[in-house]
């Protein structure tokens, strides 16, 4: 009887020992189920991390490439305007040379129309001055003038035709003084040179009191020859002594029946000394 219950305390004690090793081995699975976990958690902490440094990293290069695409675009704006601003500059270059030219141009046309005022304020005078015996029509005057002077049967009682007649732009005379050069176009060349025989044979000529003169319009040249004889000329008028010109400027002089004609005054004054002329 006593055999069988050591048996039992043996496998008592045999289990016990089981009991115990599989509690040690639980207890050892369960640490090292633990540190597994515990490993798996620092591997899952650690692949979290990862990521969140690459994501920081993408996203400052992406904020830089965006910078950059933004410092582009401020670039293009910014050689746009400066393009812009160039032809702005010329433009306005451009502009101020057009306006120089304009300025110079409404300066020259101020000046002309100066001009153009000052000669008009003339004509204006030139026609306010028509007065005397003309009565603001020179050219009737002259046409009905002429033949009174030289004689109407010379014209065949008829007015002389004038082209045109007026006055020489000077200050007015006074009422007694000498009558004032009035110019006259005749139409036939014929009766000019009528008029003009008729002149030197019915010299002297007066009309209402005044002396009248009646000489051919020379241009500056002739009547600068001409004046070179002006003293001879006085000479021969104080004397009653018959002269005149041939044209250009030939001056001649008649002495009764002697007839000189003279180019040079010192030869004519000469001719009249010898015929004992008065001066």
């Given at each position: 009887?006593?055999k069988p219950?050591?048996n039992?305390?043996?496998e008592?004690q045999?289990t ?5 090793d599989?509690a040690s081995?639980?207890t050892r699975?369960d640490a090292s189920s633990r ?8 591997a899952s902490?650690?692949?979290?991390e990862a990521p ?8 400052i290069?992406?904020l830089n490439q965006?910078?950059?695409s933004?410092f582009?675009?401020l670039?293009a704006?910014?050689a ?5 601003l160039g ?7 451009s502009?101020?040379g057009g306006l120089n030219e304009?300025?110079t141009?409404i300066k020259?046309?101020?000046d ?6 000052e000669?008009a304020?003339s ?9 005397g015996m003309?009565?603001?029509?020179p050219?009737?005057f002259?046409?009905?003038?002429i033949?009174?002077l030289l004689?109407?049967?010379?014209f065949?009682n ?6 045109r007649?007026?006055r020489?732009?000077?200050r ?8 004032r050069?009035?110019?006259a ?7 000019k040179?009528l008029?003009?025989?008729?002149s030197?044979?019915?010299?002297p000529?007066q009309?209402?009191?005044?002396r009248?003169?009646?000489?051919p319009?020379?241009g500056?040249a ?5 004046q070179q004889?002006?003293n001879?000329r006085?000479r021969?008028?104080s ?9 250009p400027?030939t ?8 007839k ?6 010192k ?11 008065s001066?």
């Amino acid at each position: 009887m006593g055999k069988p219950q050591k048996n039992k305390s043996a496998e008592k004690q045999t289990t016990t020992d089981v009991t115990s090793d599989e509690a040690s081995a639980s207890t050892r699975l369960d640490a090292s189920s633990r540190l597994d976990a515990s490993s798996r958690l620092d591997a899952s902490s650690d692949q979290d991390e990862a990521p969140t440094r690459t994501n920081i990293m993408a996203a400052i290069n992406q904020l830089n490439q965006n910078v950059d695409s933004k410092f582009e675009l401020l670039n293009a704006s910014i050689a746009g305007l400066k393009q812009s601003l160039g032809e702005v500059e010329q433009r306005v270059i451009s502009t101020e040379g057009g306006l120089n030219e304009h300025e110079t141009q409404i300066k020259a046309l101020d000046d002309q129309c100066s001009r153009w005022a000052e000669e008009a304020r003339s004509l204006n005078g030139r026609v306010d001055d028509l007065e005397g015996m003309e009565k603001g029509n020179p050219t009737d005057f002259v046409s009905k003038c002429i033949p009174a002077l030289l004689g109407e049967d010379n014209f065949d009682n008829k007015p002389v035709k004038v082209d045109r007649a007026h006055r020489v732009r000077v200050r007015a005379a006074a009422t007694d003084g000498p009558p004032r050069q009035l110019i006259a176009r005749i139409h036939h060349d014929s009766v000019k040179e009528l008029i003009l025989r008729l002149s030197s044979h019915k010299f002297p000529l007066q009309h209402e009191g005044a002396r009248i003169f009646i000489f051919p319009d020379l241009g500056p040249a002739v009547m600068k020859q001409r004046q070179q004889f002006d003293n001879i000329r006085t000479r021969c008028r104080s004397a009653g002594v018959r002269c005149g010109f041939r044209h250009p400027a030939t001056f001649v002089v008649s002495v009764g029946e002697d007839k000189r004609t003279f180019n040079n005054p010192k030869d004519a004054e000469k001719f009249l000394d010898d015929k004992q002329v008065s001066r």
